[in-house]
């Protein structure tokens, strides 16, 4: 008989996950008893105290991990013993280990940015990148970009503190230079960089359109959207008809399922095939 696994998700909202399904059919493509619930949260279930102790719930009642999300990926991070260096830098944890009675908190919305960027734009030139966008996914992109060894990083917000916020939080993990802008210097800062990444919710659903016109767009650039939901936005359209090399936010989604999988398990991820179920849900 194959080893069972229990995994979590604690957040709210999290209805529409796909997390759940990417990890129990992997899971089953493993020959594994896998079982991942959605722990959905209610606003008293935020307070700190009450989240350490459904932590320590969740270890008593045998859980091999959890998936940390919106709006707790920060208030989390301080409740669980021992941080991943990659987590400890950012100071936001979307993954939590248990083994043996002790947890440890890494971030794979980081690694998972990476690991796309390597799997969908590979040799891409990160000399010089423009990130729109620096709330928490932007903040993940920043440093999977710093890990991958982005030279200049020009991070755009129309809230110029979150973008000066990001950087601080970036330090001495990224060797280039950092800057931050509002978005009016979009024109200047496109017209010489090699790579544009969109992490502001712009060209979901509830937020038509996109953060960059297309007319700034150039065939020496390529584009990554962060935006999944639809997968085709208005800029990764107006990117590919511009000659881009375009990634979408399926490749940052599926591959932090795919890593917070291995980390559970210890066994690796079957990440084409992962995609495939992503297209498929
Ligand atoms: P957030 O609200 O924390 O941050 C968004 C940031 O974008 C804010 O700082 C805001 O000021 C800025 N912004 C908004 N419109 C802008 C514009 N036109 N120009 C410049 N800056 C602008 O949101 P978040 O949690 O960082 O998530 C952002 C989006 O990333 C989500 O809506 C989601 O679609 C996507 N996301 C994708 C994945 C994935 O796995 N692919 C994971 C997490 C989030």
């Known amino acids: 008989m194959s080893r069972s696994y229990l995994a979590g998700l604690f957040g709210q909202g999290i209805g529409p996950s796909l997390s759940p399904e990417l990890h129990e059919r992997e899971g089953a493509r493993q020959d594994l008893r896998y079982v991942y619930r959605s722990i959905e949260l209610d606003d008293a279930q935020l307070a700190p105290e009450r989240l350490r102790a459904l932590l320590a719930h969740a270890v ?18 301080p409740l669980v013993d021992d941080l991943s260096p990659g987590a400890a830098a ?7 280990v248990i083994r043996d009675g002790s947890t440890t908190g890494h971030n ?20 010089d990148i423009v990130l729109v966008g620096a709330g928490g996914a932007g903040t993940a992109v920043a440093h999977a970009l710093a890990d991958l060894g982005a030279g200049a990083l020009h991070v755009v917000d129309t809230d110029p503190h979150r ?17 931050t802008h ?8 496109l017209s010489r960089a090699s790579g544009l990444v969109n992490a502001t919710p712009m060209g979901m659903a509830a937020h038509p ?41 399926a490749g940052m989604a599926v591959n932090q399922a795919a890593d917070s999988f291995e980390l559970f398990t210890g066994r ?14």
């Not at 973008?163 to 800057?179: D, K, Q, S, V, W």
């Open 60 to 77: 008593e009642l045998g859980f091999d991990g959890l998936n940390i999300t919106h709006p707790v990926k920060h208030v989390m991070t």
């Open 209 to 249: 359109g996109s953060p960059v016109e297309a007319s700034l767009l150039h065939d020496r650039l390529w584009v990554a959207d962060i935006v999944y939901r639809p997968l085709v936005t208005a800029l990764v359209q107006s990117a590919t008809e511009r000659g881009c090399r375009v990634l979408t936010g």
């Open 108 to 127: 794979t919305d980081v690694t998972g940015f990476a690991a796309a960027v390597r799997q969908g734009l590979p040799d891409a030139d990160l000399d």
């Open 163 to 179: 973008a000066e916020r990001l950087l601080a939080t970036l330090g001495p993990r990224h060797a280039g230079r950092g800057t």
């Open 268 to 281: 690796p991820a079957s990440r084409a095939a992962m995609v495939a179920d992503f297209d498929e849900l």
């Open 90 to 96: 950012i100071g936001a944890i979307n993954t939590v």
């Open 182 to 189: 509002t978005p009016d210097r979009l024109p200047a800062l």
